[in-house]
């Protein structure tokens, strides 16, 4: 039996050969230096920071340069496939204003290098499969998995690398013994399970010097020196579905990517697919492994983000706290690229897409994330989106996310004003952060929410019920800021506090406390808090009816 008889063994009647594939995924007609990238995530039904950041990098690359990027399904482990999941990967995603030209969409796929979903492409892998087998660079493998144990056990006990390659695997030399040639024919045809394996051309076990090497051009990390591969990978499960480096091949060499972004832990396996490309005549794509998140753990040392201990690493954490997607985009920019920072200094009102993003100025060594930074970051977004348009944003947050906030909605232009106060000042007040906090920080606007909760000043608390009578008298709502305080002030002085702060400090003696502690008892009826902005302010956007309403409560 040739190797072509058994690659028609093997695979008798597969609907096209590898020749007819490539001649149906032709090259892209686009312009020079055009960059094909795409996502390839599992429909684990988890979709975290790190599918972001690669997608980022990914849609800056091809929609910088004019070319086109892609959504591909990657569901070949079954075992972790879960429903509705790809319908999350690209809701998740579109949150976060990443959008795909071409590949898996809600409806259907769409574009010319499909079918997009790995697990409907079976008939595709299997005709590279055979034309591997017909070259004699692959081989059907019977080993089951107790013969398996059995090799790694042998290979611990001389202290050989573990795996399948050249001498474990009897079947790698199937055609070199006419026993073993009838042996693979009669079990193929009684239907026994197999899998396909590389026929690697690496040698086994040499030194680090006599290893010989590749290099391969990754964008971020500059030239990698590749060693050779020696293992006999599977390309073919027992199933007929391929494993990841083979599809990863034979994938983004049809659908002609260009540059394929993903995480560093793939960095090892590497080796298997420059050979891969190399047996299949196929040129290298450009890498860019791009670095783990990592932050600072409670011990204070850098560790990868873990699911189960940091909430942040999921998607939906961001969408259901109400993280504005600008605010993500932004802070992902500077984790992503040195420069980022710099440019929006320099930049403060472009658009985000004006910055020129490269992978050159990416870190290969941990990009560190920061949930304080980013809202600084977001708190900064928030201040150049208008109120308005604000309001809308937090409006369609909460109908998705917490419908328990209708009522801050029912006047979306009082809404507006609200959010809006302080936002002009000289030095404008940047108090909003995400949606959840932005609820608790106005709650004392709406009768709904609004509570007390803090208590009075210790200076001023035996005074209260006068204070809030005076003022409540002497309250006039047409009063201009300067008016109002004023009056506070007489209140103040009237009552036995120091018209400043600093007499008090001076001659605590003198007074029962200062202005400030008076103003801070108004504050704490009106607001139900000792922190806020400008009281005035918020009187006018509360109205008279309310503030009176509320003086009165607390004075009884
Ligand atoms: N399906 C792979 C993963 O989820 C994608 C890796 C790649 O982008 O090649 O890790």
């Known amino acids: 039996m040739t190797n ?14 590898a020749d007819e594939y490539e001649a149906m995924y032709p090259a892209r007609d686009l312009p020079a230096g055009a960059k094909v990238t795409r996502l390839g995530p599992s429909p684990t039904g988890f979709i975290h920071l790190g599918n972001l950041y690669g997608a980022f990098v990914d849609e800056r690359l091809a929609h910088q340069s004019g070319g086109v990027f892609f959504l591909r399904i990657e569901d070949t482990d079954d075992k972790r496939y879960v429903e509705n999941a790809v319908e999350t990967i690209i809701t998740s995603l ?3 204003d990443i959008k795909f030209d ?8 769409i574009g010319d290098y499909g079918d997009y979903t790995q697990s409907n492409r079976g008939d595709i892998y299997q005709a590279f499969a055979k034309k591997l087998l017909a070259e004699g660079l692959a081989y059907p493998c019977f080993l089951t998995e107790d013969e398996i144990t059995a090799v790694r056990e042998e290979q611990d006990k001389q202290k050989l690398t573990p795996g399948i390659y050249a001498g474990w695997s009897k079947y790698r030399e199937w055609d070199t013994d006419d026993a073993l040639v009838s042996e693979v024919e009669s079990r193929i045809k009684a239907g026994e399970p197999f899998v396909i394996r590389l026929r690697s051309k690496g040698t086994p076990n040499l030194s680090a010097e006599d290893t010989s090497r590749h290099t391969v051009v990754d964008a971020i990390r500059g030239e990698l020196s590749v060693p050779d591969n020696f293992q006999d990978i599977v390309i073919i499960k027992q199933t007929g579905i391929p494993t990841y480096h083979f599809a990863h091949v034979v994938d983004d060499h049809l659908m002609r990517t260009t540059h394929v972004v993903r995480g560093e832990e793939w960095l090892p396996s590497l080796p298997i697919h420059v050979e891969l490309f190399e047996d299949l005549g196929w040129e290298l794509p450009i890498y860019c492994h791009t670095a783990q998140l990592m932050k600072i753990g409670e011990d204070g040392n850098k560790r990868k983000l873990s699911k189960r201990k940091d909430p942040e690493l999921s998607l939906d954490f961001y969408r259901n706290e109400g993280y504005h997607p600008a605010a993500v985009r932004e802070y992902l920019l500077t984790i992503l690229n040195s420069n980022y920072e710099e440019w929006r200094m320099e930049n403060p009102d472009a658009d985000i897409n004006d910055f020129e993003f490269t992978t050159e100025k990416m870190s290969s060594s941990g990009a560190l994330f920061d949930l304080d930074k980013l809202n600084d970051v977001s708190k900064n977004t928030l201040l150049h989106i208008d109120a308005a348009e604000l309001a809308a944003w937090l409006k369609s947050w ?9 009522y801050v909605f029912k006047d979306m232009d009082h809404l507006a004003e609200i959010l809006d106060l302080g936002r002009h000042d000289a030095r404008p007040r940047a108090d909003l952060v995400y949606a959840r906090q932005i609820m608790d920080f106005i709650s004392y606007f709406f009768d709904e929410s609004f509570k007390i909760e803090d208590e009075y000043p210790a200076e001023a608390s035996a005074d209260a019920a006068e204070i809030l009578k005076a003022y409540l008298a002497s309250y006039d709502h047409s009063d201009d800021n300067e008016q109002w305080f004023g009056k506070i002030r007489d209140i103040a002085t009237d009552l036995g506090y120091a018209a400043k702060p600093k007499d008090y400090k001076k001659n605590p003696d003198d007074y029962k406390g200062h202005v400030g502690h008076v103003s801070t008892v108004i504050r704490i009826a009106i607001m139900g808090r000792s922190q806020s902005p400008d009281v005035w302010a918020i009187q006018q956007i509360l109205g008279e009816s309310k503030v009176r309403e509320r003086l009165e409560a607390a004075c009884k």
């Open 398 to 406: 909460s109908d998705e996310f917490a419908p328990e906030y209708a």
């Open 102 to 109: 071409e590949g898996a969409t809600l409806s259907g796929d």
């Open 4 to 17: 072509i008889e058994l690659s028609e063994l093997i695979y008798p009647s597969l609907s096209h050969t």
């Open 94 to 96: 579109e949150f976060f």
